[in-house]
């Protein structure tokens, strides 16, 4: 493979990402999931980054999950998130934001919606001073979370703590990237590096040390399905996909996957403890999984930021293999305790994978 | 005498001046290669019958050493005004051409297969188009993967670049589906052990002898035909590509390996086309290619009087095409110089 | 009468199909290539295929096209849009999914197929939660019997929540900013608002009459319990 090559599809499909001054649209798959990683994106944009990001308590969800799943209709959702511009617009901000891939293509899709059709705009408008009274300026910029880091991937690196480097042998760690469909699928333009060599995460890992690894079903669909994740019955389609890109990256033996989607992360991370206890079969070494993590957290780690403040103990798939090898120590009694230290408790273990 | 200045000594190019010279005029040919032929000069053999190229060539060089008209090689058109109704042409050399009449034949683009992300030309390694195994039978070069092992699964993609609105050309170019056909029967006979596909949406087998050579393909030279464009293809850790489409007329998604993938690329306007169109100020087609005056009884007029059209600057063609328009083009010319003698 | 009812409601049917914004992004031409096809996952594990749903489409056979609204085959998509990435002509199968997807339930036909009527079931988590939450996900309602592929660790989180999110610095059920804060009044009489206006609540109902009337039709009353019932068969029912 001609990393050239790659490079050369970079360059085509950079795109504008705002310096400073967002507003921020938070996911609700990371705030059940990876409050951690919210939180993290946060405290490094704040602290790190000395960057104003506005997090607004009047935000709801942006409704995108219950689209895809074809129980919201079009006109709802593009006034939920025409609300969401006005509270922006209101607080003076003109840079967005957004948290959850799945959040990012529909804002997405809903824009160019409005500028191939503006009666949709102009209906949109109407709804929402019928409903709340309110009016909208549409945002300059609005980019995804992961777009930000990527931006400013140079500058965490510069006060890191740890690389993606193998502590004990100076090797760089191997990392799958995978990407949220609805990152740059739907309008390839709208991701860095496009939809076919995407390069926000591949930036991240190689600026940080890493190693990136592309393996053949790395465009593949993780699986959510929306609503084959939601009903029970059709959860097989989405273990399927996870299972599929499992096999092909095994023999190029990652040591981490990230991911830029909330539901991909959660996916990977859960698949394989299912795919553990109903084949025997796991993917990392020792019969432990592939850690899977979010890109904050993997910012966090390299931030130097206690790995339980991330909130990896959340994760199924145990994250240690990778702490270990990239040499960060952790308090490993300390990783189910709460605020001040007290025990809650721990998660039994799964039979078949660690 | 009339002066006319043709651009672009390929097929069309020296087909026209050979004619328009020989009906009397002054002909200065302009090509800014130190060769004549343009693309013809690099091909190895020729569909329908895969008769070498380098008899056209032969025939070309004929022409003009029979012929009485002036070349000027290694020669670009630099600058283009108008004067007092006549066209004022410079040479990238400080010359000065004043014609009476000008034809554009400066032949097509490739498409730039890197363009189309999804087949990795440029990133994986065992992805080269069509031109690029022309070459490499021209040169007769062992047909091999990058790591030397000999294919034995090769995989020729239809379409790329054509009929395609993300890489920007909605327009057929015609000759892919018959040049696919050609390449694969070659590589039959260099690799006999091989399986060889053709990955195609339709088969634009519209030329004489080209339904019969795809009918050889498939009887005698064991050429399989998917009908199923490639949707995408990636690589192996042994560097074989897996490749995904779908056989559409059996319904099914189809996944398969294969050690070598020929991007079949399509024509587009060339830059050369493009910066003349610039310069003489001609309408373009929603293709890029020049657009001729009347579809139908104007194939050789352009926009802008004075000037004419011969060859693949105003549509996809083939070499067989390109001569019969170029003369077409050189009756166009000769006439609308008379006329002007009569007015 | 039930004829002419019955050509009036397909008129109906296909003037909503194509009159919807997302048709007309979603469905230009086809050309029969299989792109879509070739990378769909849903095309992979189900007897699916977006090229053959296209056109169809594109035939404007209302035969087929009802046909399509009564069966599972609208419903294998998930929604990746991996289509709209290759399609050259522009066309997005997903798109029109979701076209169709929506006038199959505000006609009543996604009763007719299995995976249709899992949409009482969507309605009843994701869309439930967004109302009461005012998120569509929330822990709150994850229930771990309903969700045993979430591991031994969400249970382990459900059962610790309050003291886990506390500790992950989020403001559980709170006000003020945060992670999973309670979502202010305001906001959620806003959102309800909207949902009144633009149809969402009248969506809602519609899921609901329609699947109350297929429970009704298999022989039981519409109570709260049977709709329960109904609830936990359409979640859990693989057709096998």
Redesign the interface.
Same mark, same amino acid.
């Given at each position: 493979?001609?990393r050239?090559?790659?490079q050369?599809?970079w360059k085509d499909y950079q795109k504008e990402i705002a310096d400073n001054d967002y507003y921020f649209q938070?996911s609700?798959?990371r705030?059940?999931f990876f409050?951690?990683s919210?939180?993290a994106f946060l405290k490094i944009l704040r602290e790190e980054l000395g960057k104003n990001i506005y997090?607004?308590?009047?935000?709801?969800?942006c409704?995108?999950?219950?689209y895809?799943?074809?129980?919201? +209709?079009?006109?709802?959702i593009?006034?939920?998130v025409a609300?969401h511009f006005a509270l922006m617009t209101e607080k003076g901000f003109r840079n967005f934001v957004i948290s959850c891939v799945t959040s990012f293509?529909i804002y997405s899709e809903i824009f160019e919606?409005w500028k191939?059709?503006p009666e949709?705009l102009e209906k949109t408008r109407y709804?929402?001073k019928?409903?709340?009274g309110?009016e909208f300026e549409l945002p300059e910029n609005m980019t995804h979370a992961s777009d930000i880091i990527y931006k400013f991937r140079e500058e965490i690196f510069a006060k890191r703590k740890h690389s993606l480097v193998n502590a004990a042998t100076g090797e760089p760690l191997k990392i799958v990237e995978h990407i949220g469909?609805?990152y740059?699928?739907?309008f +390839?333009r709208k991701g860095v590096g496009?939809?076919?060599?995407p390069q926000v995460l591949s930036g991240m890992i190689e600026s940080w040390g890493g190693e990136v690894v592309?393996?053949?079903?790395?465009?593949?669909?993780c699986?959510?399905?929306?609503?084959?994740y939601?009903?029970?019955?059709?959860?097989?389609?989405s273990?399927?996909?996870s299972r599929?890109k499992f096999e092909s990256m095994e023999?190029?033996k990652p040591d981490a996957i990230i991911c830029n989607c909330p539901g991909c992360t959660m996916f990977m991370d859960?698949?394989q403890?299912?795919i553990a206890e109903t084949d025997k079969k796991t993917y990392g070494a020792n019969g432990n999984g592939i850690p899977v993590l979010t890109y904050e957290e993997l910012a966090g780690l390299i931030l130097g930021y206690d790995p339980?403040?991330l909130?990896l103990?959340?994760?199924?798939v145990d994250s240690e293999p990778l702490l270990d090898k990239m040499g960060i120590s952790y308090d490993p009694d300390l990783k189910?305790?709460?605020?001040n230290g007290?025990k809650?408790?721990?998660?039994?273990?799964?039979q078949f994978i660690h | 005498m009339d002066t006319v200045v043709v651009i672009g000594a390929g097929v069309a190019g020296v087909e026209a001046a050979s004619q328009l010279s020989g009906f009397g005029h002054e002909v200065i040919l302009v090509e800014k290669n130190s060769y004549i032929g343009g693309k013809l000069a690099k091909w190895d053999h020729l569909f329908p019958s895969l008769r070498p190229a380098s008899e056209i060539l032969t025939s070309m060089e004929e022409k003009i050493k029979q012929g009485s008209f002036k070349i000027l090689k290694n020669t670009e058109i630099t600058d283009i005004s108008r004067r007092n109704g006549r066209w004022i042409l410079k040479t990238g050399k400080g010359i000065s051409l004043e014609p009476d009449a000008v034809v554009i034949a400066s032949g097509f683009g490739l498409f730039d297969a890197?363009r189309k992300?999804?087949y990795?030309?440029?990133?994986?390694?065992n992805v080269i188009t069509s031109v690029d195994l022309e070459d490499k039978l021209k040169k007769g070069e062992k047909i091999r993967m990058t790591n030397g092992k000999t294919p034995r699964r090769i995989a020729f993609i239809h379409c790329v670049g054509s009929r395609d609105e993300k890489s920007g050309n909605h327009h057929c170019s015609k000759v892919c589906c018959i040049t696919g056909v050609k390449q694969a029967i070659e590589l039959r006979n260099l690799l006999p052990q091989a399986e060889i596909f053709c990955f195609y949406m339709d088969l634009r087998m519209y030329g004489k002898d080209f339904e019969e050579l795809y009918r050889e393909a498939q009887e005698n030279y064991d050429v399989q035909f998917i009908r199923g464009r490639l949707s995408?293809a990636?690589?192996?850790?042994d560097e074989s590509l897996?490749i995904k489409a779908e056989d559409t007329l059996s319904g099914r998604p189809l996944k398969m390996n294969v050690d070598l993938m020929i991007l079949l690329i399509g024509m587009e306007a060339g830059e050369d086309t493009i910066n003349l169109c610039k310069g003489f100020k001609l309408e373009r087609d929603r293709s890029g290619f020049i657009k001729p005056k009347d579809i139908h009884i104007m194939r050789n007029f352009s926009s802008q009087e004075g000037v004419f059209l011969a060859g693949t600057c105003t549509c996809p063609m083939t070499i067989g095409d390109s001569i019969d328009n170029a003369r077409a083009a050189a009756i166009e010319v000769h006439n609308y110089l008379k006329n002007k003698h009569l007015r | 009468m039930a004829i002419s009812k019955c050509i009036t409601n397909r008129d109906k049917v296909f003037e909503r199909i194509t009159s919807?914004? @997302?048709y007309? %992004?979603g469905l230009k031409s086809c050309m029969n290539c299989g792109v879509c096809t070739a990378?769909c996952?849903?095309a %992979?594990?189900?007897d699916y295929d977006p090229r053959l749903l296209l056109t169809t489409v594109q035939t404007k056979d209302m035969d087929k096209i009802e046909e399509l609204l009564k069966s599972d085959f609208i419903?294998y998509c998930?929604?990746?849009?991996?289509c709209?990435?290759r399609c050259p002509r522009g066309n997005c199968p997903g798109l029109v999914i979701?076209v169709l @997807?929506?006038v199959s339930?505000e006609f009543g036909y996604f009763t007719e197929s @299995?995976?249709g009527r899992?949409?009482y079931?969507?309605?009843r988590?994701?869309?439930e939660n967004?109302l009461k939450y005012?998120?569509?996900?929330?822990?709150e309602a994850?229930k771990p019997e309903?969700h045993p %592929?979430?591991?031994?660790?969400?249970?382990?989180?459900f059962?610790?929540r309050k003291?886990?999110?506390? @500790?992950?610095?989020?403001n559980y059920n709170n006000?003020?900013?945060?992670?999973?804060?309670k979502?202010?009044a305001?906001?959620?009489n %806003?959102?309800h608002?909207?949902?009144?206006?633009?149809?969402?609540m009248r969506?809602?109902k519609v899921?609901d009459e329609y699947s109350k009337k297929k429970v009704k039709e298999m022989g039981f009353e519409d109570d709260e319990k049977n709709m329960n019932q109904y609830f936990m068969h359409?979640?859990?029912?693989?057709?096998e």
């Open positions: 493979m001609k050239e090559g790659k050369q599809v938070r609700c798959i705030q059940n409050p951690g919210e939180y997090d607004d308590a009047r935000q709801t969800t409704t995108g999950i219950g895809h799943s074809d129980i919201i +209709p079009f006109e709802t593009q006034t939920v609300r293509g919606t191939e059709f949709e709804y929402l019928k409903a709340t309110r469909c609805h740059a699928k739907i +390839p496009g939809a076919e060599f592309d393996y053949p079903e790395r465009r593949h669909c699986g959510f399905g929306f609503r084959h939601l009903v029970m019955a059709d959860r097989g389609y273990v399927a996909n599929k023999p190029y859960k698949w403890y299912v339980w403040d909130g103990q959340m994760h199924q189910y305790t709460g605020s007290e809650m408790g721990a998660p039994m273990q799964p | 890197k992300e999804e990795g030309y440029n990133i994986y390694n995408e990636s690589e192996n850790m897996l | 919807d914004v @997302r007309k %992004e990378i996952p849903a %992979e594990f189900y419903w998930g929604q990746c849009m991996s709209k990435t979701n @997807r929506k339930q @299995r995976m899992q949409q079931a969507v309605k988590t994701v869309g967004i005012g998120y569509c996900v929330h822990p994850v309903l %592929e979430q591991g031994p660790v969400w249970k382990w989180i059962s610790n003291g886990l999110y506390d @500790r992950l610095k989020g006000s003020g900013p945060g992670t999973l804060r979502i202010p305001e906001s959620m %806003e959102l608002s909207i949902f009144e206006v633009t149809g969402g969506f809602y899921i359409v979640y859990k029912d693989t057709g």
